[in-house]
């Protein structure tokens, strides 16, 4: 079975800092990758995907996540956070799109 | 569109009782997924369907668990003979390619 990593459980970075969240994966076969954010008190939604192509992605609110096959990584980066980027941030794998494999999240904390 | 709903958002009940949770996916997403989430864990995947037909369950589903989409529209997941151990949020999630959009969630306690 597939397994997903996210290594930063729990973030903190002052406004303008640079983020970069990480994810590794367990399957070497083709993979179809995603972050999905929850703000506070809100659902899932989905960030950015990579499927094939351009391995650098780029998502919504400035966020982009690079997809290293060698290193079955795909980590989530920005720039320059924001205090509205406050959430939980999840990285999630898929073979088929039939079964997603999330990971267990990284809590982001940015303070003004 | 008005997105992904579920129902109820919350649910208490005793142990040994049991419960049935609804989602209505966006119109005209053959796809439904149901997970569990834990704290501190992303969801877990419990199964999905395609249209009525349900083509994958997790060992996670034991057999107290039984999930319903008898149209190919909203589902039902019920789980019986509740236990403590069943206490999550459960999330829905539908989609009609590769983008999964998740409802708000049940959140379950098992007193």
């Known amino acids: 079975a597939q397994s997903v990593s996210q290594h930063n459980h729990h973030v903190i970075l002052s406004e303008a800092a640079s983020l970069e969240l990480g994810c590794n994966y367990s399957y070497g076969g083709t993979v179809n990758l995603f972050w999905y954010v929850q703000y506070p008190g809100q659902h899932l939604q989905l960030l950015l995907k990579?499927?094939?192509?351009?391995?650098l992605v780029k998502g919504i609110k400035g966020f982009e996540a690079e997809f290293i096959k060698s290193k079955f990584s795909f980590n989530l980066r920005k720039p320059s956070v924001q205090w509205s980027d406050t959430a939980e941030y999840f990285c999630?794998?898929?073979?088929?799109?039939?079964?997603?494999?999330f990971g267990s999240g990284t809590k982001l904390n940015v303070k003004p | 569109d008005t997105g992904v709903s579920q129902d109820p958002r919350h649910k208490i009940t005793k142990r040994g009782q049991n419960v049935t949770f609804r989602c209505d996916p966006i119109s005209e997403h053959n796809r439904l997924y149901w997970y569990r989430q834990t704290l501190g864990q992303g969801p877990e995947f419990l199964t999905y369907?395609?249209?009525?037909?349900?083509?994958?369950k997790s060992r996670l589903l034991s057999d107290r668990f039984s999930a319903e989409r008898p149209k190919g529209s909203f589902s039902t997941l019920e789980i019986q003979r509740t236990e403590q151990g069943d206490s999550a949020m459960y999330l829905c999630?539908?989609?009609?390619?590769?983008?999964?959009?998740f409802g708000p969630g049940t959140r379950l306690l098992v007193l």
């Open positions: 990579y499927f094939s192509g351009d391995p």
């Open positions: 999630a539908s989609s009609y390619q590769e983008t999964q959009y």
């Open positions: 369907f395609q249209n009525e037909a349900q083509l994958e």
């Open positions: 999630a794998v898929n073979e088929n799109f039939n079964k997603f494999y």
